[in-house]
């Protein structure tokens, strides 16, 4: 039971670099998002696809680009990293139906130098 | 808006113990979904409850269990017997949209050290 895959699991950056973090899930859902948690701050949407196709921005999307590559894939892009982003982000999905659970991946950190 | 706020920012227990971790939540809707998730040292986030509005009852699980007053907009979650496998970052958060993490806002965790 895969559930919510993200790679890759630890990354450092230089700053100005850039790089992607890939997300996929193997449940079928229609909705995923990308959040980025920093301490005392909890978790904060960066960006969400509600179906694939869509993208939307939430909280803190200054900085990042996603794509929706397919109904199980979603992509995380930083063009130009910033030692602001140093973060873990976590990608996650739901079915997008009422009522249904949200499901995490595991995380990437993050440090941008 | 919404908002949830987790007071205590670190608790330490001694094995044994009972221990309750706060969560006040502030929305202005009447639908609305409420959840935790524990997020131990290896990072990963897991699913432990969801309750909706419309639903009071408090719940057990095992050690586990949740206190949901809406009186006080308070879903609180309380440890019996905590035990070392306990120590992690437990998150509250809330959910004006039913099974969407767009609108899910969470609290900023509450780091659980449960001493032996």
């Known amino acids: 039971n895969a559930g919510v895959t993200q790679t890759p699991k630890f990354q450092v950056l230089k700053t100005g670099q850039s790089m992607t973090l890939q997300c996929a899930q193997d449940m079928n859902h229609n909705s995923m998002y990308w959040y980025r948690q920093d301490p005392g701050m909890g978790l904060r949407l960066i960006y969400y696809s509600a179906s694939e196709g869509t993208t939307d921005k939430g909280e803190v999307p200054n900085g990042y680009n996603v794509s929706r590559l397919n109904k199980r894939e979603f992509s995380l892009r930083l063009e130009s990293a910033a030692p602001s982003q140093t973060s873990v982000y976590f990608c996650?999905?739901?079915?997008?139906?009422?009522?249904?659970?949200?499901?995490f991946g595991e995380g990437s950190w993050l440090t941008v130098v | 808006a919404q908002k949830v706020t987790q007071a205590q920012t670190e608790i330490s227990v001694v094995e044994k113990e009972d221990v309750t971790l706060d969560c006040v939540y502030e929305?202005?809707?009447?639908?609305?979904?409420l959840f935790w998730y524990k997020q131990p040292p290896s990072g990963e986030l897991v699913f432990l409850i969801r309750?909706?509005?419309?639903?009071?009852q408090n719940e057990i699980s095992g050690r586990y269990s949740w206190n949901f007053q809406k009186s006080t907009s308070s879903f609180n979650f309380t440890i019996t017997a905590s035990q070392v496998v306990d120590s992690a970052v437990y998150f509250c958060a809330l959910s004006e949209a039913p099974g969407s993490a767009r609108q899910l806002t969470f609290g900023s965790g509450t780091q659980l050290t449960v001493l032996p």
């Open positions: 996650a999905s739901t079915p997008g139906r009422s009522g249904n659970t949200i499901y």
């Open positions: 309750r909706n509005s419309f639903d009071e």
């Open positions: 929305t202005r809707d009447t639908t609305y979904y």
